[in-house]
């Protein structure tokens, strides 16, 4: 019975630290850059709508014609879309930001004011509904982590821990990486140096938009089958948390989601809120998102020249 709950709990911690891992180790491009992106919230909602009404789209009508249709291309489509709409909010905010100098605290929160907004204009053309979309038939596979039952994931949960060790690669061992920093340091520096500051800090915020957007594709059609009215539930702003917890470095962001994750996932080691008060349980992690940054904003020091536009 231990071994069963322990399986549980790893699996519930996993599957939680998956979504805010993409979205904190997105955040660390763009902050690296000099950008800061408090828009990740918004951006997983946007790629959490796109993924699932991809999907369903594109199946219906193949259900249309038989309820056990296999389209197994479907939900990998739906990804792509989360990716490319992210990208593309990213894009939106990154013009904002770079472009027009545009406050960019100001910039994020107006994305995520949108990210509530539009879903549900969406929703209400093609559903007629407001709050989710049709539930999907074809959903991504489970894969069995080392053979072990209990333990099987999709293809998006290996794939976020697979970026942390490739983005500390890039970030710190490539000529791509070198010109991110520099550019979110010292920009005056990097631009003697014939750096492009405005392209490096395009190409940061715009792949934390195409993160964040997997991590919206993660939550819609990876861990559940549908788009959910604000189904984000706070997760953008544990994942900057987790970001400035880490001091914007892909271990320290690891190590942190990974924490996030586990308090996320306490619901099943306390009976599923049978020891303590469901609500109690269920606002664990952003308890602790507020102890973190009281507690780690002052000692952790941030990109140099993060949050200001930059002058050539």
């Known amino acids: 019975m231990d071994t069963v709950l322990l399986l549980a709990l790893v699996s ?41 009404v991809t999907a369903q789209l594109i199946e219906a009508p193949a259900v249309a014609q038989a309820a056990n249709a296999r389209v197994w291309y479907a939900p990998w489509l739906g990804v792509l879309a989360a990716m490319a709409v992210g990208g593309l ?22 994305i995520n004011l949108m990210g509530i907004g539009i879903p549900a204009v969406i929703l209400s053309g093609l559903y ?4 989710t979309s049709t539930p999907i038939r074809n959903r991504l596979p489970s894969w069995e982590l080392f053979g ?8 998006l949960v290996y794939l976020a821990f697979l970026l942390v060790p490739i983005t500390w690669f890039v970030v710190f061992r490539t000529p791509f990486g070198l010109r991110l920093r520099s550019v979110g340091e010292h920009p005056e520096a990097a631009d003697s140096l014939g750096i492009n500051v405005f392209r490096m800090r ?57 924490l996030f994750g586990a308090f996320q996932a306490t619901e099943v080691l306390l009976g599923g809120g049978r020891l303590l008060p469901p609500t109690l349980v269920q606002s664990l992690p952003y308890v602790l998102t507020m102890v973190v940054l009281a507690g ?3 000692r952790s020091i941030a990109p140099k020249a993060s949050g200001k536009p930059f002058e050539k």
């Open 148 to 155: 072990i039952d209990g333990l099987a994931f999709n293809p």
């Open 128 to 131: 007629g509904n407001t709050a």
């Open 202 to 258: 395009y190409v940061g915020v715009v792949l934390s938009g195409v993160l964040a957007g997997l991590a919206g594709a993660y939550l819609s059609i990876g861990n559940v089958n549908q788009f959910v009215s604000e189904m984000a539930g706070g997760r953008g702003f544990i994942a900057l948390a987790a970001l400035i917890f880490g001091k914007w470095h892909p271990l320290g962001v690891f190590g942190a989601t990974l």
């Open 89 to 110: 909010i990213g894009w939106v905010h990154a013009v904002i930001s770079i472009r027009y100098k545009a406050d960019q605290i100001i910039s994020g929160t107006a």
């Open 296 to 298: 780690f904003v002052g």
């Open 12 to 52: 519930s911690m996993l599957r939680a630290t998956t979504p805010l891992l993409f979205a904190a180790l997105g955040g660390l491009f763009s902050e690296r850059s000099g950008v800061v992106n408090i828009a990740l919230e918004g951006i997983i909602l946007f790629g959490a709508l796109a993924a699932a």
